[in-house]
């Protein structure tokens, strides 16, 4: 139907700036690190079309300086929950009958605005708020987002075209695409902030209002998204960004009629607590709402005995510890063959210790913080464990220290049994745990990785041999919802590979794809006759033969 009658702009991966010495980019993200370290910000909440603050103030600090203040946030309360909701239904109903190439200019000029006047701006918030060196910043919190504001209008227009065949003579069949009933309320993390502005832009794009809120460690840098949002245009109140806890934020959300959806990426446990309570809660809803979620990984790295040695080292020493291994898609666990593993060892043990650590000031600087204190001795107690466990053995790293910053080496652990712990539970830092196998044992293997973990979301195979890619490809079709062969396990580009896993690594309704849009709206079908019958009789009643 909307075929050929809007030129919808066609969308290109946002190009990744290089930031290599003498390069004008890289002058202009040290002058925005500076300016962004110079100054102590008050971050407000955004409801309707107020800048809300509060008397509890929290501060905003880099995890790798915990002492330095960036500035404070408002910390809220359920009133602020309510008063969020009360604004995103005073303004769904000019939102929703807003014409859809009206919203969706609105996400093409953030894109826009975020792939130009603030680029520097907000990967430098990434990079001091969530603790990113600069080329893990400019894939999230420049290239990402742009990519996912620019597809998603491309698959809107898409969604909106897709209309039955009118082949009925006298009949008029179309599709009406209606956003849902009721707000959505979306949950975003920490650790990319092209997920936490995806997760409420994209389901407002489709006519929908939106509750948000982000993790307490990613409020630095969604205030400059939230800016950019409200100047690239969004009204007042079709975005609320709110700063409250998780039980007050549930207590109003999870028990309001017009709750028509969640779309959460975070931890597994956190996500089947709020389904249940959804669930238990089903009755009090106008309609069933809508359940998105994507969740935990243990994502695996399988190495074939015909494994080209530099590529499954490059794959394992970047997929599991590129900004400390806190991505949903980063290598936790690899399974090596035993004719490989000693010069894989060696190889391992070359690159970590060549890795420099530090704040994300210092450009030379592979490797930063963990997000926060609670992440840290989580992971240091993995550690610890190991160290003292007769099943496993800490090969590399394993040092840590938090007196200026959340700094974890990144660490190697050999597990002498296939079922030690951090082979199944995620640790969601630097850390990778190898398991070498018996090179005739490649098909236990295979069942082995697909039974291990609870979880589905990445995975590859490292193989030359073509026979053990296909195998490997389809032994693991239920184990990753993302699978790479001779490549990491991270890295999915919005437009290639839409992201997600299934298991319990959440729904796989694929970020980054049409998928995931289609899950924000609630298909009308409509039937126009134009020369209706006016007798009830058919044909076949008359008595005559």
């Known amino acids: 139907m909307l075929k050929g009658f809007f030129n919808v702009p066609a969308p290109i991966n946002e190009p990744v700036y290089s930031y290599a010495p003498g390069s004008k980019e890289r002058a202009l993200l040290r002058a925005a690190i500076t300016e962004a370290r110079a100054q102590e910000i008050d971050v407000p909440m955004y409801i309707g079309a107020e800048e809300v603050r509060t008397d509890k103030k929290v501060k905003l600090t880099p995890p790798h300086d915990h002492q330095h203040v960036l500035g404070y946030y408002s910390q809220g309360t359920a009133a602020h929950v309510t008063a969020a909701i009360d604004a995103a239904l005073a303004a769904k109903s000019n939102w929703e009958n807003l014409a859809w190439e009206q919203r969706a200019a609105i996400f093409l000029k953030a894109a ?273 464990r190991a160290k003292a466990s007769p099943d496993a053995e800490v090969i590399i790293g394993g040092e840590y220290d938090k007196s200026k910053g959340y700094f974890i080496k990144p660490t190697v652990i050999l597990a002498k049994t296939p079922d030690y712990e951090t082979l199944s539970e995620e640790l969601f830092g630097p850390v990778l745990t190898i398991y070498v196998y018996e090179d005739a044992k490649f098909e236990e293997t295979l069942k082995l990785v697909d039974a291990t973990s609870i979880y589905a979301l990445t995975g590859s195979i490292i193989a030359q041999d073509r026979y053990a890619i296909a195998q490997a490809t389809h032994a693991l079709r239920n184990a990753a919802g993302n699978f790479y062969i001779n490549d990491k396990c991270t890295g999915a580009v919005v437009g290639q590979q839409p992201f997600g896993g299934a298991r319990g690594s959440g729904t796989n309704d694929k970020a980054g794809s049409m998928i995931n849009l289609l899950r924000w709206v609630s298909p009308r079908t409509i039937k126009e006759t134009f020369t209706p019958d006016t007798d009830y009789r058919y044909p076949f009643l008359s008595d005559e033969d």
């Not at 990079?127 to 990519?147: F, H, R």
């Not at 840098?221 to 009204?235: D, H, T």
């Not at 309001?256 to 389904?275: E, L, M, N, R």
């Open 112 to 384: 826009e605005l975020i792939s130009t006047k603030y680029r520097y701006k907000l990967n430098a918030a990434t990079m001091l708020g969530q603790s990113k060196n600069p080329y893990q910043a400019e894939i999230d919190s420049a290239c990402e987002i742009v990519d996912f504001l620019r597809f998603n209008v491309q698959y809107m227009s898409e969604i909106y075209s897709q209309q039955p065949p009118a082949n009925s003579k006298g009949i008029w069949n179309r599709v009406e695409q209606r956003p849902l009933e009721g707000f959505v309320f979306a949950l975003t993390p920490f650790n990319f902030t092209a997920i936490a502005g995806n997760l409420p832009s994209c389901v407002a794009m489709m006519g929908n209002v939106v509750v948000w809120k982000p993790s307490n460690t990613q409020i630095y840098s969604a205030n400059v998204l939230m800016q950019i949002f409200k100047e690239a245009g969004l009204p007042d109140g079709v975005i609320n960004l709110v700063y409250v806890s998780g039980p007050d934020a549930g207590e109003v959300i999870f028990k309001h009629p017009d709750f028509a959806g969640i779309h959460f990426t975070g931890s597994t446990g956190v996500f089947q607590d709020i389904w249940k309570t959804i669930g238990e809660n089903i009755h009090l809803y106008k309609t069933y709402p809508r359940i998105v979620g994507e969740t935990g990984g243990k994502d695996f790295i399988l190495a074939h005995a015909s494994a080209d040695i530099k590529v499954l080292n490059t794959a394992l020493v970047r997929g599991s510890f590129e900004f400390q291994g806190q991505k949903c898609s980063a290598a936790s666990r690899a399974y090596v063959p035993q004719s490989l593993w000693s010069e894989l060892k060696g190889l391992m043990e070359a690159d970590i210790n060549s890795f420099k650590i530090g704040g994300t000031e210092d450009f030379s600087n592979f490797i930063n913080a963990v997000i926060d204190e609670k992440a840290f001795d989580k992971i240091a107690k993995y550690i610890d």
